[in-house]
């Protein structure tokens, strides 16, 4: 049965502003027994980490960006861009739920029922009010400990796009650059790319029209 959540003061009123939310005393059995399917719900070596509901502006940010890779991963055949709250296990007792994450081909076999098992290639997250400190430091700690390739951070506040970038080359192992406008290209995502200050305009471009440009690259 899933768990019903109500974040609530001292004073037993429900929390209205942001917020993120730890809960020591889980295991990561009644995680995936009892995480919500309808929001964010993650867990980090026995805490549940509970997230505020997503705000209209987060929801089509994240949208905009998911249809423009889905659409191109599956015309170019590629692999599968999936969502959250479908589960990134890093490793047994970290479960993130990232906005948008890549599972190419070679790795499709580690998606199951419950989770997918590993490092993804491609990792996408929006910022909000409630999870800049969690996406920004916490979790981009653990995706560049846990081998993810390549990690953006959409932060729509400040209108930057952070990219994280993993290699193997032991002379430069790690590498973080920040993109205000003008074209970015994903190394882990062949052929595909956005203009950043699309993701700035209000409203959001059409993502039809911006991927038939991505596709005519």
Same mark, same amino acid.
């Given at each position: 049965m899933a768990l019903a959540v109500k974040v609530v003061t001292l004073d037993g009123d429900e929390i209205s502003e942001p917020y993120l939310v730890r809960i020591a005393g889980w295991t990561e059995e009644r995680y995936f027994r009892e995480a919500p399917e309808t929001r964010f719900f993650e867990f980090e070596d026995g805490e549940a980490i509970v997230h505020s509901p997503a705000k209209p502006t987060h929801q089509e940010g994240t949208l /905009? $960006?998911? @249809? $423009?890779? !889905? +659409?191109y991963v599956r015309r170019r055949n590629l692999g599968k861009i999936l969502n959250g709250p479908a589960v990134v296990r890093l490793r047994p007792g970290l479960d993130y739920e990232p906005? @948008? /994450? /890549? +599972?190419? *081909? *070679? !790795? $499709?076999g580690a998606i199951g029922e419950q989770f997918f098992s590993g490092a993804p290639a491609f990792i996408v997250e929006v910022l909000s009010e409630g999870t800049r400190t969690h996406d920004l430091i916490t979790k981009a700690s653990a995706y560049r400990r846990h081998g993810v390739p390549e990690y953006w951070v959409v932060d729509p506040t400040r209108r930057i796009l952070l990219r994280h970038l993993v290699s193997q080359d032991p002379q430069a192992p790690y590498r973080l650059t920040e993109h205000a406008a003008g074209r970015l290209e994903s190394l882990a995502i062949p052929g595909f790319w956005v203009d950043v200050s699309w993701l700035w305009q209000d409203p959001l471009p059409d993502p039809l029209h911006c991927l038939e440009q991505i596709l005519a690259a």
């Open positions: /905009f $960006l998911s @249809i $423009l890779a !889905q +659409v906005d @948008i /994450f /890549f +599972v190419p *081909l *070679l !790795q $499709l």
